[in-house]
């Protein structure tokens, strides 16, 4: 795909996490959603290798969401992709949908681990990671974090085991958008110098706009082709990015949008649309 059909494609999906928001059953997560939409584009369009009609082809790459809470972005990729139908979106969280609040790897096609429990997404994708190194397979592992997700100790404990492990075919992207659910991830439990951190735990550190779709696709690029280390990948973004009333507002971590609402956000998202 051309940077131009990435950020199309980008905006289509925000539009599918405004619309999820807006008809699920309960509140869903639009904005840890919006946060991290351009990388999950750029991950299941350009980067990964997987099969919509054989979702568990055994040599695919594996995507982790271990901030499962912004799955409402991974189910639209999955479902523009061809893994389900588009129109299974809307179930989201309704009683036997496929669809439900949290990843769950054992009812959603092309779900690759089931998350929401923060935290533990990076020592899974190891373990996948591993048992790829040792039966000579060739698939790539990627993990989405949050920033305040960092503040789980079992994260820490996969990055010391894998930078020591020099599992290179273990990527992590860091949604770095500086909120947690409850305030700024600064004043609750800061998590800086965090590229120190990896460097220190032997892996290789790169830092791009999360945002910026010709950087995602590069980082991602040199992360796959990388030898010797895992790489993390430290995604500058913004929570609720491209509706202007959620980007910063923290009150959008899990919300319903009201009528007025949701018409102002789809408005935006289809101006943008017309500009791309
Ligand atoms: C183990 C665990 N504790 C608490 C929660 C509740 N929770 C859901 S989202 C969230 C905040 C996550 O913040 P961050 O990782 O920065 O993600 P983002 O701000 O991008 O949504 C919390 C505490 C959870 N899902 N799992």
């Given at each position: 795909?051309?940077?131009?059909d990435?950020?199309?494609?980008?905006?289509?999906?925000?539009?599918?996490?405004?619309?999820?928001?807006?008809?699920?059953?309960?509140?869903?997560?639009?904005?840890?959603?919006?946060?991290?939409?351009?990388?999950?584009?750029?991950?299941?369009?350009?980067?990964?290798?997987?099969r919509?009609?054989?979702?568990?082809?055994?040599?695919?790459?594996?995507?982790?969401?271990?901030?499962?809470?912004?799955?409402?972005?991974?189910?639209?990729?999955?479902?523009?992709?061809?893994?389900?139908?588009?129109?299974?979106?809307?179930?989201?969280?309704?009683?036997?949908?496929?669809?439900?609040?949290?990843?769950?790897?054992?009812?959603?096609?092309?779900?690759?681990?089931?998350?929401?429990?923060?935290?533990?997404?990076?020592?899974?994708?190891?373990?996948?990671?591993?048992?790829a190194?040792?039966?000579?397979?060739?698939?790539?592992?990627?993990v989405?974090?949050?920033?305040?997700?960092?503040?789980?100790?079992?994260?820490?404990?996969?990055?010391?085991?894998?930078?020591a492990?020099?599992?290179?075919?273990l990527?992590?992207?860091?949604?770095?958008?500086?909120?947690?659910?409850?305030?700024?991830?600064?004043?609750?439990l800061?998590?800086?110098?965090?590229?120190?951190?990896?460097?220190?735990?032997?892996?290789?550190?790169?830092?791009?706009?999360?945002?910026?779709?010709?950087?995602?696709?590069?980082?991602?690029?040199?992360?796959?082709?990388?030898?010797?280390r895992?790489?993390?990948?430290?995604?500058?973004?913004?929570?609720?990015?491209?509706?202007?009333?959620?980007?910063?507002?923290?009150?959008?971590?899990?919300?319903i949008?009201?009528?007025?609402?949701?018409?102002k956000?789809?408005?935006?998202?289809?101006?943008?649309?017309?500009?791309?």
């Open positions: 795909m051309t940077i131009q990435l950020k199309r494609t980008a905006n289509q999906l925000r539009r599918d996490i405004i619309e999820i928001a807006y008809k699920a059953n309960g509140p869903s997560h639009p904005a840890p959603a919006l946060s991290c939409c351009d990388i999950v584009t750029a991950l299941y369009y350009e980067i990964m290798n997987v919509p009609k054989e979702p568990n082809w055994p040599d695919r790459d594996r995507l982790i969401l271990s901030k499962g809470h912004a799955c409402p972005v991974v189910y639209s990729a999955l479902a523009r992709k061809g893994f389900f139908p588009v129109e299974d979106l809307m179930t989201i969280r309704h009683t036997g949908s496929h669809l439900q609040g949290h990843p769950d790897m054992k009812k959603t096609p092309g779900i690759d681990m089931t998350s929401g429990s923060l935290g533990n997404g990076l020592s899974l994708g190891e373990g996948m990671a591993l048992y190194k040792r039966n000579r397979k060739k698939y790539q592992v990627f989405i974090l949050g920033d305040g997700e960092l503040q789980e100790g079992v994260v820490w404990e996969a990055a010391i085991s894998s930078g492990l020099k599992l290179d075919n990527i992590a992207v860091v949604d770095y958008n500086h909120l947690q659910s409850c305030g700024s991830v600064e004043e609750i800061p998590m800086e110098p965090l590229r120190n951190k990896w460097e220190d735990f032997g892996w290789n550190v790169l830092a791009i706009n999360g945002h910026n779709m010709e950087e995602i696709v590069s980082a991602l690029q040199v992360a796959v082709n990388y030898s010797g895992p790489t993390v990948i430290i995604a500058h973004t913004v929570k609720g990015k491209g509706v202007s009333f959620m980007e910063h507002d923290n009150s959008w971590h899990q919300r949008p009201s009528d007025a609402q949701y018409i956000a789809m408005c935006e998202l289809e101006a943008e649309a017309k500009c791309l």
